[in-house]
């Protein structure tokens, strides 16, 4: 038999009721922005009065409410973990094991707030044990970050499933916000807090308390600087922190310290002993291994890890000639043995509101808190005060009237109500009064009585004074953080500064030889523009002698090293540079060069030479325009090139030579074979022209220039194969101004009308 389903008194609700007809952007932004808001207020920002974020908080919590106290016994990091997720932070085990590791390491927070036993990680960037390994308990920051809990300082509110309570900000005198710094990303914003040292954050705290009108800079006299757990040295200016500190927006450059370790015979070592803060040492020194192995600094030979508890990285260079500050330069370019902090001082205020805040609102903002934290306590403990007076005067009362009190016990059947009315009892002295036991009737006790009274009437006068005092209050204050300074300054062991704080020399050029191994080449180039670069000297006579292309030979043969710069002239008047490490090795017939650059076709190749930053070119076009150049001024490492030499339409560049050092003139020859010779001095520096006029022609335009000294006289290679220069010692017949026509030259000249 079927089942009969019986009708509902009502009628069935309709699902498609509860459908709301919105736009779907309007509707997305609402929920995005309801997670946007989770997310900012109850993750990722920290509180700006104790530092930390909820899931911090609650851990800590949890620890304080098993009773890990320092002095107490550690208990399991799963325990720890279970009663967090159980009962306050309703997420995931892994995340809040995290957070619980990195307070308790001490190269990650500069106070860590857990001590931690077993294995929670090393600053290699290995990861912590499982959490049914280690065990955990609080340190005495967390434990001084906590004090007051008790004593009504702060409201509490209803955990997730309203079971318990967990305080909603710790009120404890510690300025963790500063000193151990915080960092996270939510939604659409972002914190990123160094760690500070706690000395200095009391000292600007205590002078900003006696001088609240002081401008931002003054709190720099206190505060240097972030000092890292890890230390390491803050390379920036005095200026840039101080800006940063204002604005609460900037970075901070860290590098590594390290020293120069002498291992005798003229040999060295850097030795590096600390590393920027958040560096992985494992991964830094795969880093600098694999530069090694691919030969990106060939002044660096090795790098080794002789770490225990310190950290010792040994790095040796290639030679004992190699400049220490040099390599260690290269090495901050290269690797994250110098790195950048960022600052962004974005916290949740006391209204829950997320702000940037430079270092003077920060401090500011939290002696608030202290001095409303301090006021709350001696409210708390004046309404302690006042319930145990109200019960020591009831217990003197009966000491008064011991015998009628016994009396009254004895024969009333409800005793409490008689002795309220006789004596003017409150509901609580009487209860009080019942309870005493019979060893308390002592004539001792009654005089205890009378002393604890006093004493508690003394301190209510006190806390009075206080409550109404604002001055006395920031005195209290003051005398708080004096006592906390001395348990974290400078002479402690962990309240030393550890991060050097010195401005780095300008930044200076690393030189070429840092970065590319010096070898010797051959370079070669052929007519058609194929090049390429043999290793070592060999002969240039050797090397014009080596296989071309058929119909191809060789054009320009000279030596040079892998680290040079060559520079290529063009016939249009760009020059071009290219690397010496770069080129095509020597086998085959290399490459061409318009692979390299934007060499337009049909333009020709003037000279390609080894550039060297002091010396100086002269160039000169073929209708007997020129100027001098300077190397270092026309080097141009891009394929387009430099444009240097304006050709006129119709000319092309016909001389591109380097000028000696001790040269102080120059020799011109025309097509029409005149001569002409003049000092050096007449041509014009130019980084870019058409320059100046040369020599004067009727016809045709300009063969050849050269460069030379005059004392030693005008030489040019003579004909055949001999080898042999000529020299004309007197020249008093061609010494001209610059731009004369000149006369035809000595007996002997080239017939091609060319130096050589």
Known sequence: ????????????????????DAPFDAALSERYLVYALSTITARSLPDLRDGLKPVHRRLLWAMRQLKLDPTGA?????RVVGDVIGKYHPHGDASVYDAMVRLAQDFSLRYPLVDGQGNFGNIDGDNAAAYRYT????????IELMAGLDDGTVDYRPTYNGEDEEPEIFPGLFPNLLANGASGIAVGMATSIPPQNVAEVIDAATHLIDNPRCDPIDLMQFVKGPDFPTGGQIVDSAAAIAEAYATGRGAFRIRARWSVEDQGRGTWVAVVTEI????????????IAQIVNDKKLPILADVRDESTDEIR????????????????????KLTELESKFPLN????????????????????????HQIEVLVRRSQHRLGKIDDRVELLDGYLVAYLNLDRVIEIIRTEDEPKPVMMVEFNLTDRQAEAILNMRLRSLRRLEEMEIKGERDKLMAEREGLVQLLESPQRQ???????????????????PLGKRRTLIEEAAPARDIPLEAMIEREPITVIMSQRGWVRAMKGHVALDAAEALKFKEGDGPAFAFHAQTTDKLLLVAEDGRLFTLAGDKLPGGRGFGEPVRLMIDLPDGTGIVNMFPAKAEERILLAASDGKGFVAKSAEVIAETRKGRQVVNVRTGAKLAVARVIGADHDYVAAVGDNRK????????????????????????????????SFRLEDGLSWAMGGDTGRTRTETDLSPWRVARGASGRMPPLGFPRDNKFG
């Open 1 to 20: 038999m079927a089942d009969v389903i019986e009708p509902t008194d009502g009628p069935l609700e309709d699902p498609f009721q509860a459908i709301v």
């Open 74 to 78: 550690y208990k399991k990091s799963a």
């Open 675 to 706: 001569l002409v010779v003049f000092p050096l001095n007449e041509l014009p520096e130019m980084g870019r022209g058409q320059g100046v006029t040369i020599q004067k022609y009727k016809d045709g335009g300009l063969s050849d220039a050269t």
């Open 474 to 492: 920031r005195t209290r204050l003051k005398k708080d953080l004096a006592a906390l300074r001395d348990r974290y300054g400078p002479e402690t």
């Open 345 to 368: 001082l974005n916290v949740l205020g006391a209204d829950r509101t997320p702000r940037v805040m430079g270092l003077k609102d920060v401090l500011a903002a939290w002696l608030d």
């Open 313 to 332: 990285l040994v790095i040796e260079p290639k030679s004992r000639t190699v400049d220490p500050d040099v390599l260690m330069e290269s090495l901050f």
């Open 276 to 287: 920027p803060y958040q560096v992985q040492k494992g991964k830094l020194i795969e880093a």
């Open 135 to 142: 065990e955990a308990r609080m340190t005495a920051a967390a």
